[in-house]
């Protein structure tokens, strides 16, 4: 692993739980962060990004008993499928943890053990109502009764989950949350951008202001959990599956013997916000160790605008989408209709909609400007001799000249624009300020049709080199700006991008953001005209040049 400092931008993703196969919000979540991550690379910074699976607890020696496989074995199958979610949407984190990993192993007990020397451990009798698929013990004010579905059996389930819970009582180790309510409540009222967004920050503040915690079991009887890790110097315990997950991001930067450890920017769903909004900051105050830089939660995503199931037939499976489609118009496709605060709603036909979309703007674009008809060589030609202010004063047209420069001025803005958006997982903002500059540039064409100055043998010199200037300024406005839009895409669309940047001929060491301004590269376009029957391919997309 490469050495973190600490102006390491540090992004993670929750580690998912391997009870069952990945799902659409798993590759949410993983993209998110990838997008930032890339983004973060685009723009040079030293970036460190890990995502992973949590193997432990009761809920995963269940399932592995029900399948009567041994309980690595399960996590190892499972772990795999995750995997390759990550490398088919085009994932590239920097470290895949698993909580099976030796090294988390160590990290844990590390941990434990300076938490247990600063007195913030005990040992207790518990007793409470417990939900095996939530794996946490819930107050009397978070259950109410129900009715099972299958059996028309009273039972009792959690409020915000609607999970099962049942009562049991038992000696574990607990943690002394309630010492640190005051402490957190402080912290967030002193750092209001911690928790983003807003209404999130919102809620726990809440919690912290009206609830009173209370102390949290941190460890199982390992007569009823083998499947965790062993609590120090007591085997009789095994720690509490939260308290274990939530070190990952501790150990992936090298906890406990990494010199620097950067703060790490948390994404997560939002059925998992008081664990590291609440329970995840106290931890690291009780081992003396600094915040997570900010944490930010999206939601969930519904098909239909229900919940998917199984049962119901409205599940989105995202390797199937992407086999079927390609990985890039599925990432496309979650990133423009991610709204942090509410809830996504998969819909194929809207999907197909935004590649057709993305085609119309971009693609189609390039298609045009890259016509026979047209000389892009030429026109950088003559930029590498002379500015664009001064071959456009050369027409004394001043609306033209106004044309060029406002798309100048706003593909120039484009990076700084976004940035912000990119940054605070805004996804949608910045894509829709992208996509929204598409029908200024297409509208040079409407507007100049630049097909039309065509030089005659009849023209005046003046008209003639009027005539090819005019056009070379047109196609070099519309190329040259289809390519700064083109490396702010990456990030997005990882395979869209280079291929299309490849197309135009674009050096790969060029596609950074110090290029994305107009100008900035003057060496691309060589054998870049589209010949008759020229295609551009796009993963499972074909344009023709007809």
């Not at 991001?249 to 609440?278: N, Q, V, W």
């Not at 047209?397 to 958006?421: A, T």
């Not at 001929?505 to 994305?516: F, G, L, N, P, S």
Request: glycine fraction near 4%; charge should be neutral.
């Amino acid at each position: 692993m490469k050495p973190l400092n600490l102006k390491t931008i540090y992004t993670t993703t929750p580690i998912f739980y391997v009870n069952a196969k990945p799902h659409l919000g798993h590759f949410y979540s993983m993209t998110l962060a990838d997008v930032r991550n890339r983004w973060c690379k685009l723009n040079k910074k030293d970036t460190f990004f890990t995502t992973g699976t949590d193997e432990h607890g009761l809920k995963v020696q269940n399932a592995a008993q029900a399948a009567n496989v041994d309980p690595k074995l399960f996590c190892d199958n499972l772990a795999a499928k995750f995997k390759e979610l990550a490398v088919v949407g085009n994932i590239k984190y920097n470290r895949f943890i698993r909580t099976t990993d030796p090294d988390h192993y160590a990290a844990v007990n590390h941990f434990w053990n300076v938490v247990n020397k600063n007195n913030f451990i005990y040992k207790g009798r518990h007793s409470g109502w417990y939900s095996v698929s939530d794996e946490t013990f819930y107050a009397e004010t978070d259950i109410e009764e129900s009715t099972d579905e299958k059996t028309g059996e009273k039972i009792m389930i959690s409020k915000e989950t609607s999970s099962t819970v049942l009562y049991q009582s038992e000696d574990n180790y607990f943690f002394r949350l309630s010492a640190f309510q005051k402490q957190l409540l402080q912290y967030l009222k002193e750092n209001p951008d911690f928790i983003q967004p807003r209404k999130y920050y919102d809620f726990i503040v809440n919690e912290l202001e009206t609830r009173e915690l209370t102390d949290l079991s941190i460890s199982r009887l390992s007569s009823r959990l083998q499947w965790g890790i062993p609590v120090p110097n007591d085997d009789s315990q095994r720690i509490y599956v939260w308290f274990d997950a939530l070190i990952n991001y501790l150990t992936s930067e090298g906890y406990p013997t990494a010199a620097e450890m950067p703060r790490p920017t948390h994404l997560i769903g939002k059925d998992i916000i008081k664990f590291h909004c609440i329970y995840w900051p106290a931890f690291l105050l009780a081992a003396g160790l600094q915040m997570p830089k900010q944490v930010f939660i999206h939601g969930h995503w519904l098909m239909g605008g229900r919940k998917m199931s199984k049962s119901r037939g409205n599940v989105a499976d995202p390797i199937e989408i992407a086999d079927r489609y390609d990985a890039d118009s599925l990432r496309l496709f979650m990133m423009r209709y991610s709204v942090l605060d509410t809830d996504g709603d998969y819909n194929e036909e809207r999907l197909n909609t935004l590649r057709s979309e993305f085609i119309d703007k971009f693609c189609n674009l390039m298609m045009r400007s890259l016509s026979k008809n047209f000389k892009i060589e030429r026109a950088l030609e003559r930029l590498q001799h002379e500015s664009l202010e001064s071959l456009c004063s050369k027409l004394d047209e001043p609306q033209f000249q106004k044309s060029l420069e406002s798309i100048r001025k706003d593909i120039n803005c484009l990076k700084i624009d976004i940035d912000d958006d990119i940054t605070n997982f805004n996804m949608h903002k910045a894509l829709s300020k992208i996509f929204s500059t598409a029908p200024m540039i297409n509208g040079l064409f409407d507007s100049y049709e630049p097909w039309t100055l065509k030089v005659k043998s009849s023209d005046a010199e003046n008209d003639k080199e009027s005539k090819t200037l005019k056009q070379d300024l047109i196609i070099f406005t519309a190329l040259d700006s289809l390519r700064v839009i083109l490396i702010l895409l990456e990030p997005f669309i990882p395979q869209y991008s280079a291929l299309l940047l490849d197309r135009l001929r674009v050096d790969k060491e060029k596609r950074t953001i110090d290029y994305a301004e107009i100008g900035k590269d003057l060496t691309y376009g060589k054998d870049a005209i589209f010949k008759k029957g020229s295609t551009v391919p796009l993963a499972k997309i074909e344009f023709s040049q007809k």
